[in-house]
T-cell receptor, first 117, second 111 residues
Framework: GAVVSQHPSWVICKSGTSVKIECRSL??????MFWYRQFPKQSLMLMAT?????????EQGVEKDKFLINHASLTLSTLTVTSAHPEDSSFYIC?????????????FGAGTRLSVL | DAKTTQPNSMESNEEEPVHLPCNHS???????IHWYRQLPSQGPEYVIH???SNVNNRMASLAIAEDRKSSTLILHRATLRDAAVYYC????????????FGKGITLSVRP
């Protein structure tokens, strides 16, 4: 199957700082990338969808100025959590779809655990 | 997207087959049935998907009811590594399609 790499796998930061998470599709071109968030004991919640070269589409209730998404190339998307606060602590997971290998299937990264102190 | 209903949890014994049910009575004709699983502290993993016919791959089999209102994911020989949350998701194929996760079913495997 297609491989999606996410980095870092975990990060601890101070309240008020910004954190950037990278998501790369390693063996296919991701025309569409997705960012999810998962709190403990809960299911994944879609935050936003991005197509290469276009602005991301955010789900209702997700602050676009707080969660900056950039999908600058067909293999890379980044999520920046700006001015992070303890309530932003969560498990962030990216997903990618596209190309012949991943045409109808979303492939997921391993996730990034963010802890804001 | 149409909704799916799954039991909260299921237990199985190692090396025995496991049948994970999913009800989707409001499925539309263009909805594909996808199954993903999520192991603890990891991102979801694609398992299998189908439209109308039963499907087999190296991980599992997907049995789809003739009226498509239900489906069953079949793990032929459960291993301890199959313990995970399994999600049954309906999704239309298209540029704007996206996976929406429900609660899934938590599978426990006894040694």
């Amino acid at each position: 199957g297609a491989v999606v790499s996410q980095h870092p796998s975990w990060v601890i930061c101070k309240s008020g700082t910004s954190v950037k998470i990278e998501c790369r599709s390693l063996d296919f071109q991701a025309t569409t990338m997705f960012w999810y968030r998962q709190f403990p004991k809960q299911s994944l919640m879609l935050m936003a969808t991005s197509n290469e070269g276009s602005k991301a589409t955010y789900e209702q209730g997700v602050e676009k100025d707080k969660f900056l998404i950039n999908h600058a190339s067909l293999t890379l998307s980044t999520l920046t959590v700006t001015s992070a606060h303890p309530e932003d602590s969560s498990f962030y997971i990216c997903s990618a779809r596209g190309g012949l290998l991943a045409k109808n299937i979303q492939y997921f990264g391993a996730g990034t655990r963010l802890s804001v102190l | 997207d149409a909704k799916t209903t799954q039991p909260n949890s299921m237990e199985s014994n190692e090396e025995e087959p496991v049948h994970l049910p999913c009800n989707h009575s409001t499925i539309s004709g263009t909805d594909y049935i996808h199954w993903y699983r999520q192991l603890p502290s990891q991102g979801p993993e694609y398992v299998i998907h189908g439209l109308t016919s039963n499907v087999n791959n190296r991980m599992a089999s997907l049995a789809i009811a003739e009226d498509r209102k239900s489906s069953t994911l079949i793990l032929h020989r459960a291993t301890l590594r199959d313990a995970a949350v399994y999600y049954c998701i309906l999704i239309e194929t298209g540029a704007n399609s996206k996976l929406t996760f429900g609660k899934g079913i938590t599978l426990s495997v006894r040694p």
